[in-house]
């Protein structure tokens, strides 16, 4: 089943948030409290998981276990995704160690870099690999993650798409140009608090929504 971007975003914040009630051992969840978590209108969350298939029992809510398993089958997060990772630097070698990654369903099958002292060394089970070999015609996962500095991260985003990556997470605050059905994911939390300034600037103006 394919979702739209806006309801694939709400139905992981979903997740997100049934998973860790899920790990607090609640059997049941509202759609109160599921856009109580997320900032969802309630009404909103009833309709994303009416139109999943999911029903709840009114005065009860909804079956954590059933919300958690449908939600992470529709974000095809039941099965495990390979990801191909550029910069073995402080933040590539973290991400390529995240548990959290592992928990969620990723895995990151292979590490480039183009450091010569960098090629060739071992980051956990991975082995650091040089960068110019990610075009070489080799079969790549179709998530890429770019973890280099940002004034090199379009020539990796060009290579990561010659590879035949199709989904890009970018670390770096470069604005990238990729080819169409190619999509990016900027992680960038300078640009959040930026948003945050915003609003903190303004604090006591009413702002509209
Ligand atoms: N979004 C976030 O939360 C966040 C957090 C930390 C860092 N960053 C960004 O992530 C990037 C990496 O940060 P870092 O601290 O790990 O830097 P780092 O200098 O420790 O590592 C960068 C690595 O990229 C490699 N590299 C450079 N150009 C390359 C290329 N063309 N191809 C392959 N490898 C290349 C370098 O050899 C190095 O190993 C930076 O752009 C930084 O601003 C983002």
Redesign the pocket.
């Known amino acids: 089943m394919a979702v739209g971007r806006g309801l694939a975003r709400r139905l992981a914040k979903y997740l997100r948030c049934v998973a860790a009630l899920r790990e607090e051992g609640l059997d049941a969840v509202s759609s109160w409290m599921l856009g109580e978590y997320t900032g969802v209108n309630p009404a909103q969350v009833r309709r994303d998981l009416a139109g999943l298939g999911i029903g709840g029992t009114r005065g009860v809510g909804y079956e954590t276990e059933e919300v958690f398993g449908t939600l992470r089958r529709v974000l095809g997060l039941d099965r495990v995704h390979d990801v191909v990772l550029?910069?073995?630097?402080?933040?590539?070698t973290a991400v390529a160690g995240s548990e959290l990654l592992v928990k969620r369903g990723f895995r990151v099958a292979q590490l480039?870099?183009?450091?010569p002292a960098?090629i060739g060394r071992r980051v956990g089970n991975l082995t650091v690999r040089d960068?110019r070999e990610l075009d070489g015609g080799e079969r790549m996962p179709e998530i890429g993650i770019i973890?280099?500095?940002?004034q090199?991260?379009q020539?990796?985003a060009d290579r990561l798409v010659a590879s035949g990556v199709v989904v890009i997470v970018n670390?770096?605050?470069a604005l990238l140009h990729v080819p169409a059905g190619v999509q990016v994911h900027d992680?960038?939390?300078s640009s959040q608090l930026m948003h945050t300034l915003y609003y903190l600037t303004r604090s006591g103006e009413e702002i509209p929504a």
């Open positions: 550029v910069g073995a630097g402080r933040l590539g480039f870099d183009r450091d960098k960068v973890a280099v500095p940002s090199n991260a020539e990796v670390y770096t605050d992680v960038d939390p």
